[in-house]
């Protein structure tokens, strides 16, 4: 059986054509309100946008000194002003560059009236420790005594403009990937499209009266208990959401990812570096009141912080894991058709694969992890679409009946050191050459810098959505659904879903 997909990317997607329609599309820059913002604007890269809503903390959140600091290359940034301000414009981005650089400058002048009278201070200190006058001695004395009044003003002066500089600048996005067009949603560029739609010789059903008549799911019963937007799984919906997690889990296990289970509640800070704005207006984030945590709304989240403030080992990398999580979303501003039933809702499971790389690797892995998804959704019969902190980002699309139009699916994002800047995740390299015989023992002996390692994320698996589209497309006339092969070992052999007798 046939079902259709599509992705949205900007490189190059291998699928084959024996899955329900895909298509390959570069996701326009301006699809949607900036998604992510990557505060690491010294990377040559950017990553793929989510349909989360993720920014960065900038000043106009109100507060007056950072909770946390990413490692900003402000160099870089005033080096590059107008690639920089180009891609503000683009990312539809209310970092304020000008006044980034305008702060810049007076910090760096008034770190250097700081280390000025620090050498004066210290010259004046060198010179009371030989034999002097006792009026020299005294003049020495005022001296220090008033440059070290003037120092104490200045350097609080120093401490408090670090703090303005770095909450701006943590609102300065990631740069783009030169292939990811600017635009809307109409600039999105199709670049593959494999498999053709299903024709059905009978009058289909969408996901919600399919789930009804098959007695799979109880919103109205959520919605009493919960609100809007939340629902109950029940009978075999429950077997084939194990089925989705544990399969994917299993497969992309097979491939050198480490499984986890990870917490779900974690701290804002932590939500923040990510790329996320936990207390922002029409934020994606639930926020705990009188707390400083949040729920998360992807396993990328508790995944990244998983090595937060480490340096690694060059021979650890790449770092692979497969995380499954429950995910929590306010969908703040969603509303249309598309957020009915499964589609849009605040509570779902997934399963994410996330990858600490060195630079030079990134591409690959993200490669990598977009084949991965293509061979799941291969596997299932259907495939599928680009998202931005991306600096490049793809999305997975595939065909909902229901719908009468693609819908998001999965993607796989390359947030080069975005993240890894902000987290304090870093790797020490190996040393080029075996050390000397008597070359001195110590930590970083013989090895370069650190560096800042690259990380990247791709959905294994979404399971509402995918069973949105595995009720759609694989619904028969009788009104049953036929499950997926890789599905059936996990879910008892089950091999159809019949309709309940009345």
């Known amino acids: 059986m046939l079902t259709c997909g599509r992705f949205l990317s900007s490189s190059a997607a291998t699928t084959t054509s024996s899955f329900f329609p895909l298509r390959t599309l570069t996701r326009s820059l ?14 040559a890269a950017a990553t793929a946008v989510e349909p989360d809503t993720k920014v ?78 006792p009026s020299v001695r005294q003049a020495l004395v005022e001296e220090g005594k008033n440059l070290k009044e003037t120092l104490i003003a200045l350097e609080e002066d120093l401490v408090q403009l670090t703090d303005k500089l770095q909450l701006e600048a943590q609102s300065i996005p990631n740069a783009t990937h030169p292939d990811v067009p600017v635009g809307g949603e109409e600039s999105s ?43 109950y799984l029940k009978n075999e919906a429950v077997l084939l959401e194990m089925a989705l997690v544990n399969w994917a889990i299993s497969e992309v296990s097979k491939k050198g990812f480490t499984p986890l289970i990870t917490p779900e509640i974690v701290r804002s800070s932590v939500v923040e570096k990510c790329g996320f704005q936990p207390r922002a207006q029409n934020t994606q984030v ?64 997934k399963v994410e694969m996330f990858i600490f790389c060195r630079p030079e690797d990134s591409d690959k892995w993200h490669e990598e992890l977009i084949t991965i998804e293509e061979i799941f959704m291969h596997h299932l019969d259907f495939i599928s679409n680009l998202g931005a902190p991306a600096y490049r980002k793809f999305d ?29 995740i870093r790797y020490r390299p190996s040393p080029s050459e075996p050390p000397a015989a008597n070359a001195k023992k110590g930590k970083g002996a013989n090895s370069g810098p ?15 959505r995918l069973i949105i589209c595995i009720l759609e497309n694989f619904q028969q006339e009788d009104g049953s659904v036929v499950i997926p092969e890789p599905l059936r070992p996990f879910m008892g052999g089950l091999e159809v879903l019949s309709p309940k007798p009345k």
């Open 30 to 43: 301006l699809r949607r309100p900036p998604s992510r913002l990557l505060s690491s604007a010294a990377s």
């Open 189 to 231: 560029v199709v670049r593959k499209e494999v498999g053709s739609q299903r024709n059905f010789n009978f009058t289909i059903k969408d996901h919600l009266r399919l789930g009804k008549e098959l007695d799979l799911f109880d919103f109205d019963a959520a919605a009493e208990v919960s609100g809007s937007k939340f629902y």
């Open 56 to 133: 960065g903390t900038g000043g106009a959140a109100g507060a007056t000194k950072p909770q946390w600091k990413a490692a900003i290359d402000f160099k870089w940034i005033r080096d590059n002003r107008d690639a920089v301000a180009t891609n503000i414009l683009s990312r539809n981005s209310a970092a304020n560059l000008d006044l980034v650089l305008q702060l810049y400058d007076e910090y760096l002048a008034l770190q250097k009236e700081v280390e000025r009278l620090r050498a004066e201070r210290n010259a004046v200190a060198n010179k009371m420790k030989g034999k002097l006058d």
């Open 450 to 464: 650190t560096q800042y390692v690259h990380t990247l994320n791709a959905t294994a698996v979404a399971v509402p």
């Open 286 to 349: 639930y926020s705990i009141d009188n707390s400083d945590q949040c729920l998360i709304g992807t396993a990328e989240i508790p995944v990244g912080g998983i090595h937060m403030d480490s340096i690694l080992l060059e021979s650890s990398l790449p770092l692979k894991y497969v995380a499954y999580s429950h995910c929590f979303r306010t969908e703040a501003g969603a509303a249309g058709a598309a957020t009915r039933g499964l589609y849009r809702v605040h509570q779902f499971s």
């Open 396 to 424: 997975i699309e595939a065909w909902m009946p229901g719908l009468e139009r693609y819908g998001e699916i999965s993607s796989a994002s390359n947030c080069t050191d975005y993240q890894s800047r902000r987290l304090g």
